[in-house]
């Protein structure tokens, strides 16, 4: 196996034995040959799209297979088996469908032929199909990080589909750009401007997600989170999926079961329609690389809907589930729901009703809830604050959390920006500070949590409108500085998504990501001025100097 598509991978190069996620050689393995098919797979999708032939089943198909492949995801080995089965199906239907002859077909790449049915034949060909496959490291390069933005888009799309909401350009793109890295004619030019073009299309696909959100839940508020607990018997849901929350409050209610976030879903605590419910009782815990921890002490079932799931110990993988596109070897996994249905939790439900309510941990508040709409709500007591100099900068403190020790940087500059700042966040990073006592500036917080990592939006929309209200025309000159913690591909496309719309200067850590050779690091550099994190005293200060 060669995996470096997150942030933690083996000394900062590739993970080769292992991943230090946890995940297998043959899963590796697995995942590779399931992103290489789907190449080949979007090959045919794109030409059935210009004969006008019906690809609405493979779209789907596609985006859940790269959400799948998200780092922290699924680690199923079986999950992977029965999906690359069924997308040879796919292609075999569509080259029949497309009716192509037998030179069309030889023509066209190995990944689009190739087909198989043993798990023999599966890891014979894992072995020379892999990320290593591309031999110019640049090339690679921006393969991979195209790649990578594309995972994210489909994350962020499957979201909104599964909330009713679809755009088939997006389709499209993650189509025409996974058979793009199949074309050794392109340049690496030609795959820079895919690269920012993929930017484009993950704006375009968090946008998506939050009117889908929006609409069904309401717009988040200004929320004051209770992270200590009842003594009802509990269930926890982490992840990142809003209906699947839902379709659990609706089964809980009344049951005399309580309902607690855990990371990612901690924002679901914001929404409107989630406070309706009395047995939504708050925040257990904090960022994913803590719950073999705090799942033990929660004591109740815990329903992984999405990422971040790591190996779960023996003293709860019992009442552990999956649901979605997460997947465990050995954890039970929650089928989903059929059309219109809610999924069913009751099995869920049932274990709860068993197991003692959940050890306290902590007690007390945090607030959330500052997504654009409430933002835009406060303006003008922000825009008076700016102009008056009682905020002197907001940092914008977004993206993801993780193991590395050297993430106590994030928690170190919270601490030491003056007191004129505000910090911006969204994703689990904001875990690294969101209970430090930072205080107010005028009863504006200090900490603004915008949401979940895909509502790092609602960041770059706060930002575009302050830019429309201070009547400049570059959003670089705000008095706002970027300080991004990135661990795995949802990170890269909203990375990708602020250099399409034009932001620079970013500071990017708690290191630079490995798939980036030493050229396509440089053309960031020096096109988007990209930087990475260093020291926190030196970091602080040119940050409150616009540098």
């Given at each position: 196996?060669?995996?470096?598509?997150?942030?933690?991978?083996?000394?900062?190069?590739?993970?080769?034995?292992?991943?230090?996620?946890?995940?297998?050689?043959?899963?590796?393995?697995?995942?590779?040959?399931?992103?290489?098919?789907?190449?080949?797979?979007?090959?045919?999708?794109?030409?059935?799209?210009?004969?006008?032939?019906?690809?609405?089943?493979?779209?789907?198909?596609?985006?859940?297979?790269?959400?799948?492949?998200?780092?922290?995801?699924?680690?199923?080995?079986?999950?992977?088996?029965?999906?690359?089965?069924?997308?040879?199906?796919?292609?075999?239907?569509?080259?029949?469908?497309?009716?192509?002859?037998?030179?069309?077909?030889?023509?066209?790449?190995?990944?689009?032929?190739?087909?198989?049915?043993?798990?023999?034949?599966?890891?014979?060909?894992?072995?020379?199909?892999?990320?290593?496959?591309?031999?110019?490291?640049?090339?690679?390069?921006?393969?991979?990080?195209?790649?990578?933005?594309?995972?994210?888009?489909?994350?962020?799309?499957?979201?909104?589909?599964?909330?009713?909401?679809?755009?088939?350009?997006?389709?499209?793109?993650?189509?025409?750009?996974?058979?793009?890295?199949?074309?050794?004619?392109?340049?690496?030019?030609?795959?820079?401007e895919l690269v920012i073009e993929c930017g484009k299309?993950?704006?375009?696909?968090?946008?998506?997600?939050?009117?889908?959100?929006?609409?069904?839940?309401?717009?988040?508020?200004?929320?004051?989170?209770?992270?200590?607990?009842?003594?009802?018997?509990?269930?926890?849901?982490?992840?990142?999926?809003?209906?699947?929350?839902?379709?659990?409050?609706?089964?809980?209610?009344?049951?005399?079961?309580?309902?607690?976030?855990?990371?990612?879903?901690?924002?679901?605590?914001?929404?409107?329609?989630?406070?309706?419910?009395?047995?939504?009782?708050?925040?257990?815990?904090?960022?994913?690389?803590?719950?073999?921890?705090?799942?033990?002490?929660?004591?109740?079932?815990?329903?992984?809907?999405?990422?971040?799931?790591?190996?779960?110990?023996?003293?709860?993988?019992?009442?552990?589930?999956?649901?979605?596109?997460?997947?465990?070897?050995?954890?039970?996994?929650?089928?989903?729901?059929?059309?219109?249905?809610?999924?069913?939790?009751?099995?869920?439900?049932?274990?709860?009703?068993?197991?003692?309510?959940?050890?306290?941990?902590?007690?007390?508040?945090?607030?959330?809830?500052?997504?654009?709409?409430?933002?835009?709500?406060?303006?003008?007591?922000?825009?008076?604050?700016?102009?008056?100099?009682?905020?002197?900068?907001?940092?914008?403190?977004?993206?993801?959390?993780?193991?590395?020790?050297?993430?106590?940087?994030?928690?170190?500059?919270?601490?030491?920006?003056?007191?004129?700042?505000?910090?911006?966040?969204?994703?689990?990073?904001?875990?690294?500070?969101?209970?430090?006592?930072?205080?107010?500036?005028?009863?504006?917080?200090?900490?603004?949590?915008?949401?979940?990592?895909?509502?790092?939006?609602?960041?770059?929309?706060?930002?575009?409108?302050?830019?429309?209200?201070?009547?400049?025309?570059?959003?670089?000159?705000?008095?706002?500085?970027?300080?991004?913690?990135?661990?795995?591909?949802?990170?890269?496309?909203?990375?990708?998504?602020?250099?399409?719309?034009?932001?620079?200067?970013?500071?990017?850590?708690?290191?630079?990501?490995?798939?980036?050779?030493?050229?396509?690091?440089k053309v960031l550099v020096e096109k988007f001025d990209?930087?990475?994190?260093?020291?926190?005293?030196?970091?602080?200060?040119?940050?409150?100097?616009?540098?």
């Amino acid at each position: 196996m060669f995996c470096y598509q997150c942030q933690e991978t083996a000394n900062g190069s590739g993970c080769g034995v292992r991943g230090v996620c946890g995940k297998t050689e043959d899963v590796a393995n697995l995942q590779d040959l399931l992103i290489y098919n789907l190449k080949g797979l979007s090959v045919l999708a794109v030409r059935a799209k210009q004969k006008a032939i019906d690809t609405a089943e493979v779209d789907r198909f596609i985006i859940e297979s790269l959400f799948a492949t998200i780092t922290n995801v699924n680690f199923s080995k079986k999950s992977f088996v029965k999906r690359i089965r069924a997308l040879i199906s796919f292609k075999d239907k569509f080259k029949s469908l497309l009716n192509l002859n037998d030179v069309e077909s030889t023509q066209l790449h190995d990944a689009v032929n190739w087909t198989a049915q043993t798990e023999i034949e599966f890891d014979e060909k894992a072995k020379s199909i892999g990320v290593l496959r591309t031999e110019d490291v640049d090339i690679r390069s921006l393969r991979e990080l195209l790649v990578y933005g594309l995972k994210g888009i489909a994350a962020y799309a499957d979201h909104a589909y599964v909330l009713d909401n679809e755009d088939p350009k997006i389709y499209e793109f993650i189509e025409k750009a996974l058979a793009a890295t199949l074309d050794d004619s392109l340049s690496a030019d030609q795959l820079v401007e895919l690269v920012i073009e993929c930017g484009k299309f993950g704006v375009d696909a968090m946008a998506l997600l939050d009117k889908a959100n929006t609409q069904k839940y309401g717009h988040p508020e200004i929320t004051k989170v209770n992270i200590g607990v009842r003594k009802n018997p509990g269930i926890l849901i982490s992840g990142h999926d809003l209906r699947d929350m839902h379709d659990l409050l609706e089964q809980t209610r009344g049951t005399g079961v309580d309902v607690y976030t855990h990371g990612e879903m901690l924002p679901a605590n914001y929404y409107p329609e989630f406070k309706k419910y009395d047995n939504l009782v708050g925040n257990y815990g904090s960022s994913w690389w803590l719950q073999n921890k705090e799942f033990e002490t929660f004591n109740g079932p815990i329903l992984m809907t999405t990422n971040c799931i790591v190996q779960p110990k023996d003293s709860y993988k019992d009442r552990i589930f999956t649901t979605g596109v997460a997947g465990f070897d050995g954890v039970k996994n929650i089928d989903n729901r059929n059309g219109k249905k809610q999924k069913d939790f009751s099995e869920i439900i049932a274990l709860a009703k068993k197991c003692p309510a959940p050890t306290e941990i902590e007690t007390g508040e945090i607030i959330g809830g500052f997504a654009h709409n409430q933002v835009f709500a406060l303006a003008d007591k922000v825009v008076e604050a700016v102009k008056s100099g009682v905020i002197k900068r907001f940092i914008v403190m977004a993206g993801c959390d993780g193991r590395h020790k050297t993430r106590d940087y994030f928690t170190k500059v919270a601490e030491s920006l003056p007191n004129d700042t505000i910090i911006l966040t969204a994703g689990c990073a904001k875990y690294r500070y969101n209970k430090l006592k930072l205080g107010d500036l005028g009863g504006i917080p200090r900490v603004l949590d915008a949401g979940q990592c895909n509502d790092s939006y609602s960041l770059a929309v706060i930002a575009l409108k302050l830019k429309e209200v201070f009547e400049l025309d570059d959003v670089n000159k705000l008095p706002i500085s970027f300080d991004i913690a990135w661990y795995e591909q949802k990170a890269v496309i909203v990375l990708l998504a602020l250099l399409y719309l034009g932001f620079k200067g970013m500071r990017l850590g708690p290191t630079l990501p490995a798939f980036l050779s030493l050229n396509v690091a440089k053309v960031l550099v020096e096109k988007f001025d990209i930087k990475p994190i260093g020291d926190v005293k030196q970091d602080v200060y040119d940050m409150m100097m616009g540098r």
